[in-house]
């Protein structure tokens, strides 16, 4: 919404008013805004000093629109559909009830009238608007997608029919079939509830159908037995593999289209016990932000980041478990140090992101082309910066090395429990301890968090949470009140409490149908290693990893496990969820 200097003003004084936002932080931000330019709530919305909620609600009062807080509401199917669901997206604008012969509708800018005068040619009657969040609408949205109700029907008709034989349920696999409309339905709900992957797993009676949503598996339906054949055939027709090989493996791929956008899926297929197991990862880049601060970078570990991609040679690599979002990352490093002056080559296995302006190889080990071999020939290709999706074995390792020391800035992955592990891991693949520490820039360690919902509330810490903070952060938190603004702008990560505090305020979120266990999204905790001139003595004298983090950690190391426990006590995850994911570090 377009607002001139004035209007903003006044919604910003409602905000400070209302005590929404701290005044000494709008005092910084006018300043900010006077040398950049910037809009002022553009500014507070990007550096969260203000909530989209706040400045959408103080916009409205500002205006004398009504506003209707949408992020709690279920909704009634019937109504949202009186405006189609791709208009709907498009335009960001929720169908609520008719009132009085006008539809009256919710939405984020309220000033666009040719937007209002086509809503009302479409529906044929007045239109009525009230304003709401951003949050608000995507909670809307989400209840557009396609009831899972329909799949069981599906199935129900598909046992009712147990005298067709397999063959022929096959040849009835058609585009417009009730299976592939089941799979549809199914594809749709997984890519709406932001899932990653799909688990279509047969047990002797049923089928399962499980999704892994914010990093955590769910059962989301269970259907009949007699499903089974007829939807693991249309996934084996659409991903363009053998629909009747069922004793090995099998991978392949397909894109839908969900609200516009194209989302790549990789299928695997391989034989269990009861049938054939089906897994689908889903690959949405809509979804991910692709900037390091936004995936919760920040601080020492930002800092760092920032001075290894600078170099224009050396190598960069993230470390972390399957699912962790090592790709992610070398990916929103790319973004932020591509531009058109230099030659980016990557190799992928697979494809997961499309970037214009970077050139992409696939891996396609059939045809010869692995990691090694593909890395030897992008080489001779004149790049600036290369990016290996993982070094798997000594080969590419020593080709990556010996990349990084003729003068090009190598992006890659390793499989480890840490940043620090990476210099072992290199050297137990036969590289050079020299040559290691002459060519590593930067080390990253990584792993995703659930991000707490919108809908939170606050608590104290018990005895025994307040304790495992002080053991964890307690050296990184300010010592008492008067250090709180320093320290906290030096870590990054907000307003910390002081170390003297005798119990601190934590938050959960509310679980609801939409945020499971008072969860929406995820963050990463990261702990990173600039390799200077004490780690590469450290690397050259075969040091383990516990001594080259006790170092880097005397040196301002942040380690996952501390990072953790800062972005829980800023309310960005919980306190569960940091220990779910890293008690097993230090």
Known sequence: MLLNKEMQDKIVSLLVENGLVDAGLVKKTYNEVAKSGQPVLAVLRSKNIATDDCIQHA??????????????????????????????????????????GQLVVAVLDNSNI??????????????????????????????????????????????????????????????????????????????????SDIHIEPLEKSLIIRMRIDGVLRQTMELPKSIEAALVSRIKIMARLKIDEHRIPQDGQFAVVVNDNT??????????????????????????????????????????????????????????????????????????????TINIVTLEDPV??????????????????????????????????????????????????????????????????????????????????????????TVIGQRLVRRVAE?????????????????????????????VPEVSEMRGYGNLPPLDSKEFTLVKGIATEETPGGYKGRAGLYETISVDDDIQKLIVAHATSGDIMKVAKMKGAITMRQDGMLKALTGITTVEEVNRVASDLA
């Open 59 to 100: 916009t409205a009062v500002v205006l004398n629109v009504p506003y209707i807080d949408l992020r709690k509401i279920k909704f009634d199917k019937d109504k949202l559909l009186k405006i189609p669901q791709e208009v709907a997206q498009r335009s960001k604008v929720v169908p609520l009830d008719e009132q009085n």
């Open 114 to 195: 040719q937007r209002m005068d086509y809503l009302s040619t479409l529906v044929k009657m007045p239109i009525r608007t009230m304003m709401t969040s951003e949050a608000g609408v995507e909670n809307a949205l989400m209840q557009y997608m396609a009831d899972l109700k329909d799949v069981n029907k599906v199935a129900k008709q598909e046992e009712a029919n147990k005298n067709a034989s397999d063959a022929a349920n096959v040849q009835t696999i058609t585009q417009d079939s009730p299976i592939s409309k089941a799979l549809s339905s199914i594809l749709d709900y997984a890519a709406k509830s932001k899932a």
């Open 263 to 340: 989302i790549d899926l990789r299928i695997a297929t391989s034989p269990v016990v009861w049938g054939e197991q089906v897994v689908i990862r889903l690959l949405d880049k809509s979804g991910t932000s692709m900037e390091v601060e936004k995936m919760g970078m920040t601080g020492r570990a930002l800092e760092d980041v920032l001075e290894g991609i600078s170099r224009p040679n050396g190598m960069i690599l993230t470390s972390g478990p399957t699912g962790s979002g090592k790709s992610t990352t070398l990916y929103a490093l790319i973004k932020k140090i591509k531009n058109e």
């Open 352 to 441: 997961e992101y499309k970037m214009d302006g970077v050139n992409q190889i696939q891996i396609n080990v059939d045809a010869g082309l692995t990691f090694a071999s593909g890395l030897r020939s992008i080489l001779r290709q004149d790049p600036d910066v290369v990016m290996v999706g993982e070094i798997r074995d000594g080969e590419t390792a020593n080709l990556a090395v010996q990349a990084a020391l003729t003068g090009h800035l190598v992006f890659s992955t390793l499989h480890t429990n840490s940043a620090a592990g990476i210099m072992p891991r290199l050297l137990d693949m036969g590289i050079e301890p020299f040559l290691i520490a002459s060519t590593l820039n």
């Open 455 to 483: 809908r939170r509330e606050t608590y104290k810490s018990t005895d025994m949470e307040t304790k495992m903070i002080k053991d964890i952060v307690g050296p990184l938190l300010p010592k008492n009140a008067a250090e």
